[in-house]
């Protein structure tokens, strides 16, 4: 098999085929492999699957099991609802764990080479085609290789995706910037790393959380770009972020200036596809739903996608042959992940309400009982092997249901 990119999706894929005796090649297009980013969340819908890799032991040794997660109002700082992480984990049987991007990255990487996988890089993949005995890619250069089957996941510009369908990537306007501190000193010094926190706000969010057993604090700044909107090429510059985050409390202000000021993330996903699968080559990881990140399930979904692809293999391969296998997964992660998607969007929105909208936001959020999972039990349970085990979505509350008396002394 050929793996098109070695990202953490690429990377799992290959991990979760060879576990299952098969032999693959991962092709990455830089000349080494490595993540660029800094804090990433996996819920219990991803730590399961680590754990069954035999590499949550690992993980838990890299990153920080925080205690709870907090949403709070980013304009007075109040707190709106929270998660009892420790419950949750008693609830899904396996923890919330906050790791950096890279760590994980590495982790996979090494896993990979325990197991055997061929992996190259400097391999960039111009083409991918079906032919007579499976699939083939063509590297720059013109060099073609194949094998019975290609998992392209080579991100949100996927070459692979050009087979099934004729789209562009979706611009949110919004964009994050990063930053990463010591806490030995400083403000890092003085934040509880026992929790992850979100600061909601107009048109803008803040996130903090501890990273590599406490040694770092991770901050996230994300913000709408007046400039994008007006349609200019330069936008989410460092001038936009701190008139972004102007009218912020204290706390959030002071954490931008330990913000990178010399790159930034724009935030793109795609509309969902339900189709995955042409012939021999199949789509995985960001190449066929890259969310944006208000859920924090976009490099858990490329997991999910790798380890589901290993358990197909398990079941169908001897029966079936490739073709079974490859219908097995189409069946189930399109639907699923077409839901992470667009629940990605209405929860950015959600987020980044003003006026009366964010006043009914809050009330209902502090009405939130801290043991309610109804909004995540779609999310953090099992991951579906079958349509038929996808458990059900939740059920939406209109903004319009928060008591009209309980919308004074709410935060404005």
């Not at 990455?28 to 890799?53: H, K, S």
């Not at 950096?100 to 083409?127: F, I, K, N, Y």
């Amino acid at each position: 098999m050929i793996v098109v990119g070695g990202g953490i999706g690429g990377l799992g894929a290959a991990y979760a085929l060879t576990r299952r005796g098969l032999a693959v090649r991962v092709l990455e297009r830089a000349a080494a492999f490595g993540e660029v980013g800094a804090g990433i969340q996996l819920a219990p819908n991803c730590t399961r699957i680590l754990d069954d890799y035999g590499l949550l032991d690992e993980a838990k040794s890299l990153g920080v099991l925080p205690d709870a997660m907090i949403m709070r109002d980013a304009v007075d700082g109040t707190e709106l609802t929270r998660l009892d992480l420790r419950d949750l984990e008693r609830r899904y049987g396996f923890p919330y764990l906050v790791i950096h991007r890279s760590d994980l990255h590495a982790m996979l990487l090494r896993a990979c080479e325990r197991a055997g996988v061929d992996l190259r890089t400097s391999q960039q993949v111009t083409a991918c085609a079906n032919t007579a005995g499976g699939a083939s890619v063509t590297l720059a250069g013109g060099r073609v290789e194949e094998a019975r089957v290609v998992i392209a996941a080579d991100g949100l510009h996927s070459v692979a995706r050009k087979l099934l369908v004729d789209d562009e990537p979706v611009s949110s306007a919004y964009v994050a910037y990063r930053g990463t501190t010591p806490t030995a000193s400083g403000r890092a010094a003085e934040v509880d790393l026992s929790e992850v926190v979100v600061y909601v706000g107009p048109r803008c969010h803040f996130v903090h959380y501890g990273l590599r057993g406490g040694e770092l604090l991770n901050q996230v700044a994300v913000f709408e770009s007046p400039k994008a909107r007006a349609g200019e090429e330069d936008w989410g510059t460092p001038d936009e972020l701190d008139a972004a985050f102007a009218g912020t409390c204290d706390f959030v202000r002071g954490g931008l200036p330990d913000m990178w000021r010399d790159r930034w993330w724009r935030m793109y996903d795609r509309d969902p596809i339900m189709t995955w699968v042409d012939g021999s080559i199949a789509l995985l990881g960001d190449a066929a739903h890259p969310p944006l990140q208000y859920i924090a399930q976009g490099a858990i979904m490329a997991i999910e996608d790798g380890w589901v692809l290993g358990e197909q293999v398990a079941r169908h391969l001897g029966d079936g042959g490739w073709p079974a296998v490859l219908a097995a997964y189409q069946a189930v992660r399109p639907e699923h992940c077409r839901r992470v998607v667009t629940t990605s969007r209405a929860w950015g929105e959600l987020w980044h309400l003003d006026g009366l909208a964010r006043r009914q936001r809050n009330v209902l959020l502090r009405e939130r009982d801290t043991y309610d999972y109804a909004f995540v039990d779609w999310l953090y349970g099992p991951t579906a092997l079958d349509p038929a085990d996808e458990p059900p979505m939740f059920t939406p509350i209109p903004l319009s249901s928060a008591k009209p008396d309980a919308l004074t002394g709410t935060g404005g």
